[in-house]
């Protein structure tokens, strides 16, 4: 094959291969470590994405030789903590990703590493805790006053013990939690659908997602009440987490239980003629993208990625082909869209900004740059530092956009820059995009 600098063609990616021994493999990770990291460093493009490629510069430029080869391989955990995998350098910088001949996957190597490291020490006990969306979300929310008062931002009471126990930075902002979840609220007040709506001959589920379903539903209903006056005949079901928190700890294994459970529900639904749609970008993408690529053989795991549309891509989509229905209002202030890393990587376009430009007379601006919260990335004392870093030139671009409304793909990503933004962000709400085409609509 002839060399070639950087390609045209599309990125292709491999299928995870976590079922195989040699997966784990502590030598075999360590050799394409090297390998993927000499080249990184020969290029260095992706030094400005996330907090992993200046720690890599920075340990090599330090070395002795000023080359990977005097860097202390024990090292290399500090570039795999780092990542958030959140596939930017995969899908927008790198030069190296398959078809070319370097093969370079640094994510999804990342991940490799973390598995391993997963699969013979496991987590620590806070981070195993965590990830357990669907239990939290579940137990906490009867309690959820009680919860959310010993969580809140400034309780010197909780959140010191709470840093000290657990490893949460007491200065993160926490999700809140709520005992009327969004399937619950759906189920009992469903939103009147409008019949002349012209996309009226769309079914489709909306697949609640646990953060929207325990810790923002009032995003799920402004999407449920959206899709309604749309015309879309709409189910809300919620089987299980994604297990995207499961993907960050290097759990592949129960990724794949979590698609199965969740493949179980939505299949039917898919067999009626109902399209699928997540209400947020990391579940789009493990939807879509990542579970394809866990479970490659499963024929219905395809059939489901090809059936689901993130949620404002399905709203474009129905503009374009249907057009939306009538009734959309100004918003003042203008609107900022802070564009997700995990709907950057699903590689559909901006579907956010498009769609909110739809609303008339109102100022819309996109801001593409990592929030840098990355899951519990963003809140464990320990990685919280980098999270700052990252998202600081993010909330830069907010600030100098000087709009009123800033919504984003991700709500924790919204969340965090707003905390980030420090007193400049506290008239800012952390709004999810459906939340302003509600509003536009009067609903």
């Not at 994510?107 to 239990?135: C, I, W």
């Not at 009123?404 to 420090?422: E, F, R, Y």
Request: charged share 30%.
């Amino acid at each position: 094959m002839a060399h070639k600098e950087g390609s045209l063609a599309a990125p292709k990616r491999h299928a995870l291969d976590w079922q195989n021994d040699d997966f784990y493999d502590d030598n075999l990770i360590t050799e394409e470590l090297e390998r993927v990291f000499d080249i990184c460093h020969g290029c260095r493009r992706c030094f400005n994405l996330c907090e992993s490629f200046p720690i890599l510069f920075d340990m090599i430029d330090d070395s002795e030789s000023g080359e990977l080869d005097t860097v202390d391989k024990a090292e290399y955990s500090k570039v795999v903590d780092a990542c958030t995998l959140c596939d930017m350098c995969f899908m927008v910088k790198c030069p190296y990703v398959p078809p070319h001949e370097f093969d370079l996957d640094f994510p999804h190597l990342m991940l490799r590493a973390r598995a391993a490291e997963y699969k013979k020490n496991g987590t620590s006990f806070t981070k195993d805790q965590l990830v357990k969306m669907d239990r939290n979300g579940k137990l906490i929310g009867p309690i959820s006053g009680i919860a959310n008062w010993a969580s809140k931002l400034g309780n010197k009471l909780t959140r010191p013990v709470m840093e000290k126990i657990t490893g949460i930075d007491k200065d993160a902002e926490l999700p809140k939690f709520h005992s009327k979840t969004f399937e619950k609220l759906s189920a009992k007040n469903p939103p009147e659908r409008n019949l002349d709506a012209p996309a009226k001959a769309r079914k489709a589920v909306i697949f609640a997602t646990c953060y929207v379903d325990y810790n923002k539903p009032e995003s799920g209903t402004s999407a449920h009440a959206v899709l309604a006056k749309n015309g879309v005949e709409t189910e809300v079901v919620y089987p299980a987490c994604c297990g995207m928190p499961y993907l960050e700890e290097g759990n592949i294994e129960q990724v794949a239980k979590q698609a199965e459970l969740v493949k179980a529900e939505l299949l039917p639904w898919i067999d009626k003629g109902y399209d699928i749609i997540a209400l947020t970008a990391s579940c789009g993408l493990m939807m879509k993208m990542e579970w394809p690529l866990i479970l490659p053989d499963d024929g219905d795991i395809k059939r489901l990625a090809e059936a689901t549309y993130d949620v404002a891509e399905y709203m474009v989509d129905i503009a374009k082909d249907e057009g939306l229905a009538d009734g959309l209002s100004p918003i003042e202030g203008g609107i900022t869209v802070h564009s997700a890393c995990h709907a950057r990587a699903q590689n559909m376009g901006a579907k956010s900004a498009e769609m909110l430009r739809n609303i008339p007379d109102t100022k819309v601006d996109i801001v593409e740059r990592c929030s840098g919260h990355g899951g519990t990335f963003g809140i464990m004392k320990d990685t919280r530092p980098y999270a700052l870093k990252v998202g600081r030139p993010a909330a830069r671009q907010v600030k100098a956009k000087g709009n009123a409304n800033l919504c984003s793909d991700c709500p924790l990503a919204c969340k965090h820059l707003i905390q980030v933004m420090g007193d400049d962000g506290e008239k800012l709400s952390p709004d999810h995009p459906m939340e302003l085409m509600a509003k536009s609509y009067g609903l």
